[in-house]
């Protein structure tokens, strides 16, 4: 193909690497998963919202402990060399790390139910987990984490002050000219995932707080994930943006 954007020939190579690095036996899986669930750019998940119990107390605790964070690599988000765009409270830090850290092991102490509540996401292991809380608006970009393709970048809104949904996402094929659809998050949104192969996110900022947690480097028990998924899309189909494009649309492979 001979007019591929960097992007294109970008998403291709981290995809590559990711798919490859799995076993035969797990690649087909993956393969087989995503041919089921790939066309789902974004789900909100069938589980009781992963939010403290007591939000006051949360708060509370948040702002006097984030930190605003710069970002310290460049990656396909672009943006390094910035301003500050989060404040931030991580549980954990990598050498590799692409944010400073501010990290604190203090969450799962203060509230433990955050624990309990994710053990219902089908994760082997456990995730990890930075809360986030963006004091200026968020360019559209897609995240260095996963591209598998179906929704498996995951959040949790833990709260919100504005007071209509700020974030949203766009499908973003590889094709020149194609037209760019934005849609906002359900406003109610709670706990969900996106597709990070297939859709750019982004927010705006109003002067309002809202905080994300996010969860990061989760490794996916699949069976469990496809009853999650199924459930989900039952129960929650009208908030679901689904894609028509063949995945060929985003990667080579
Ligand atoms: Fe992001």
Same mark, same amino acid.
Do not use: C, H, R, W
């Given at each position: 193909m001979s007019s591929m954007t960097p992007l294109f020939s970008e998403l291709t190579l981290k995809r590559s690497r990711q798919f490859y690095s799995l076993n035969e036996q797990a690649r087909r899986n993956m393969a087989e998963f995503e041919r089921e669930y790939?066309?789902? =750019? &974004?789900v909100e998940l069938d589980?009781?919202?992963?939010?403290?119990?007591d939000i006051a107390k949360f708060r509370e605790w948040f702002d006097s402990t984030a930190v605003a964070v710069k970002k310290i690599k460049n990656d396909i988000a672009g943006g390094y060399g910035?301003?500050?765009i989060f404040a931030s409270v991580d549980t954990y830090t990598t050498k590799n790390s692409i944010w400073e850290s501010n990290v604190n092991t203090q969450l799962f102490h203060l509230f433990p139910e955050l624990l309990q509540k994710l053990n219902?996401?089908?994760?082997?292991g456990f995730p990890l987990v930075r809360i986030w809380s963006s004091i200026r608006q968020v360019f559209p970009h897609r995240d260095e984490g996963s591209f598998f393709?179906?929704?498996?970048?995951f959040r949790s809104? =833990? &709260?919100?002050?504005?007071?209509?949904?700020?974030l949203f996402l766009f499908e973003d094929p590889a094709i020149p000219n194609c037209p760019r659809e934005i849609r906002f998050l359900?406003?109610?949104?709670k706990t969900f995932a996106w597709n990070n192969l297939r859709v750019q996110h982004a927010s705006f900022y109003r002067g309002f707080q809202k905080c994300l947690l996010i969860l990061d480097n989760v490794e996916l028990d699949l069976n469990r994930y496809a009853n999650l998924l199924d459930r989900s899309i039952a129960k929650n189909g009208d908030s679901l943006f689904s894609s028509a494009k063949p995945i060929s649309a985003f990667s080579k492979i």
């Open positions: 790939g066309k789902y =750019l &974004f589980v009781e919202p992963i939010v403290p119990d910035g301003e500050p219902q996401l089908p994760f082997y393709d179906f929704p498996n970048s809104m =833990l &709260f919100d002050d504005n007071p209509s949904q700020t359900p406003s109610n949104a």
